[in-house]
């Protein structure tokens, strides 16, 4: 079983910059890969960034690529999304997501993710 909590979220102007936090509990955080998703209102849950177990491989939604970068600190249980460039139409609730353990490549599918954390709201202005 693994915990996650996001953090960072918030209401910023268009162009200016975010970063998401995921902190990780309940299971060795190198042991599996992890994955962004959004939501906004009226919409099916989106794939965003996926990271594997290491760090050295990344994945992107075409929307998000040369804006937001993810990465990993094993050291700290943690995964983050930073965000920049942002756009009125990145605003939704980030979730971030696990794979089960052991699961260590990075996936682009919501099925592939086993937990969930509660989100956190982004909001850009235009």
């Known amino acids: 079983q693994v915990q996650l909590v996001e953090s960072g979220g918030g209401l910023v102007q268009a162009g200016g910059s975010l970063r998401l936090s995921c902190a990780a509990s309940?299971?060795?955080?190198?042991?599996?890969?992890m994955g962004w998703f959004r939501q906004a209102p009226g919409k099916e849950r989106e794939f965003v960034a996926a990271?594997?177990?290491?760090?050295?491989?990344?994945y992107y939604t075409d929307a998000v690529k040369g804006r937001f970068t993810i990465s990993r600190d094993n050291a700290k249980n943690t995964v983050f999304l930073q965000m920049n460039s942002l756009k009125p139409e990145d605003s939704a609730v980030y979730y971030c997501?696990?794979?089960?353990?052991?699961?260590?490549?990075?996936?682009?599918?919501?099925?592939?993710?086993?937990?969930w954390g509660q989100g956190t709201q982004v909001t850009v202005s235009s």
């Open positions: 997501a696990s794979r089960r353990r052991f699961y260590r490549n990075a996936a682009r599918e919501r099925n592939e993710y086993a937990y």
């Open positions: 309940g299971s060795t955080f190198s042991d599996y890969a």
């Open positions: 990271i594997n177990w290491s760090g050295a491989i990344t």
